[in-house]
């Protein structure tokens, strides 16, 4: 593979190369981020607050996700990575709303833990095996003489790119995030900063722990857990784009289930099932990508229509619009694995992969024949949620008689530029749904040639999807509509106390965790040894934050009030001041709000953290 380093920016250079998965993954970011831009355009039609930040930080995202794809070591994906974890939290606090604003919090808390974590793995994974590199990790982790060094490197890393991919239990920030987000930022969060995290987690997996056994059974739990959660809070949900996001969720689980099954069969030699199970994994994320960058642009339009999401208010609204039904349709049948359409033939390798398990693996047979059960009635599911969506928003008749005709009254929900997009994103479901197009993708993807000769429409094939179809409609009838519709309403059955936030996360970092620090901060006051010290540390502490918060201040005032300045909607108040008068008669007001602001404070947090991994980085490698 052909490497590009850019010298000079560590002791370690920034390196980039390519091959065939990295090339595909390219392609796509590109493409769901030029689909993405051109559907913006109407939906911010009516909006002029917030556009110069969108459109700033998008494009730094998109350059930083090119960058995770593209690296060619764990140190240079770790770097954009980071990068991404910051500018994507402005899609999430967007419309700063309390909701949004709170989920912001949550998505960058969840973002700065995991980097922590994952620098520590980093650490870790260089003391072990002695380089970063992708190209050199296999032999390097191979002949290590710390085995346990590296195994407790890739849990770290697991669990840092884990937090982008959302998988569980490091999953709150995902069902909270899209439903706040623009729709264009939900699609590129599900989409794809969803894969960033499972790149790394399948780059790290295929090298330093190529074959490692206990590394393979660990991501295998995660991913079922993952895969069998988030089709239960999908379905329980009643809310558009919390469904969706949710089934976002669960489809990660079922591409790490695929990592935990290449990982276990390759420790068994089983170069074949190993090879299938990658190319399942690695197809299902194209195929995920592509489906929620339609089914999140469709959900855009309701929103961009409605301003609503819940089901009892939507229901309905989509009955004429023949164009949108298509492609929610088309994106529903691809993500449910409907043969023909593109989900299926992933799902089926993946399948296939875990009953390679089964027969390789014996020490683990009943452990994965439980997973294949799993795996099927979570495509099940899959399948019932989808179907409620759009019997609800596409079929039924809203409750409102009145509502209802008025939904009826115009056809056109959105301009031709948005149709073409959106159906020609679908029209893929149909194009990747071809065992000639699919299996072609994955070789080039896997260079694993035998896959040209998977046939996809055998009977025992279909028998799966065929289970798993059967299980989601029998849900569907049996539980949808008897159990949560009441009274022709949809109802939200899932209990809120089960939220894992408000749970276990929020009192144990608000309370807890505080009231330790202060019992801890109080035996070192009590000791008249170590209190200089500690006053000393202090006041040292608080003067360098002082300074860097009264800079950091300064800069982002100069950066509010020149480029990233808003566009003035007509009619408003006064002309814009120019910047002397600006900075010169309202520093003082402009600065108050931002340094009481919680949203200042994380900010401030971040940026504190990523000068001291700068540090360390630096300093280390």
Known sequence: MPVFAVEGVLSEDITFTIDGFRLVYAVITALMWACTSIFARE??????????????????????????????????????????????????????????????????????????????????????????????????AALSPHPSMILAAGICILFGFGCKAGMFPVHVWLPKSHPVAPSPASALLSGILTKVGIYGILMTSTTALFGNEPFGLIVLLSGLVTMALGALLALFSVNLKRTLACSSMSQIGFILTGIGMMVLLTSEENAEGAGIALSG?????????????????????VVMNLHMLALDDIRGWGKNKLFLKLSFGLGALGISGVPMFNGYISKTLLHEGIVEGIHSLKQYSVLLSLAEWIFLISGGLTFAYMLKIFICVFVENNKDKNRQQSFDRNSRCMNKTSSAVIFGSALLMIVLGQPFVSTRLACLMTGFEEILNFHAFTPENLKGSLISLSIG?????????????????????????????????????????????GAIASVFGENKILRPLCRAGLTTACITARVFESVMDGLILLLRKTVMREKKVKGSEKPYPGLFRTLSTEFGAAIRPLVSSFTFAMMMTCIGIVIMLCTIIYVIF
């Not at 994994?281 to 339009?301: C, D, E, P, Q, Y």
């Open 43 to 140: 939906y911010f039609k009516k909006e002029q607050e917030h556009l110069n930040r969108y459109w700033f930080f998008t494009i730094v995202t998109f350059i930083a996700t090119e960058g995770v794809m593209l690296s060619g070591d764990l140190m240079t994906a770790f770097v954009f990575f980071e990068i991404l974890s910051f500018t994507s939290f402005t899609w999430v606090i967007h419309e700063e709303t309390k909701e949004a604003v709170r989920a912001g919090y949550t998505y960058l808390f969840i973002a700065v833990t995991g980097g922590l974590v994952m620098f520590m793995g980093l650490v870790l994974m260089k003391a072990g095996a002695g380089t970063l590199s992708f190209g050199l990790l296999k032999e390097a």
């Open 281 to 301: 994994l690695m197809l299902h994320m194209v195929s995920h990508s592509l489906i929620k960058l339609t089914l999140f642009m469709a959900a855009g339009v």
């Open 473 to 517: 409609g029998a849900v569907y009838l049996l539980i949808v509509r008897r159990v949560m519709i009441k009274d022709g309403n949809y109802v939200n059955l899932w209990p809120d106390k089960l939220d894992l936030e408000d749970l276990i996360y929020r009192p144990v970092f608000t309370r807890y965790l505080p009231a330790l620090f």
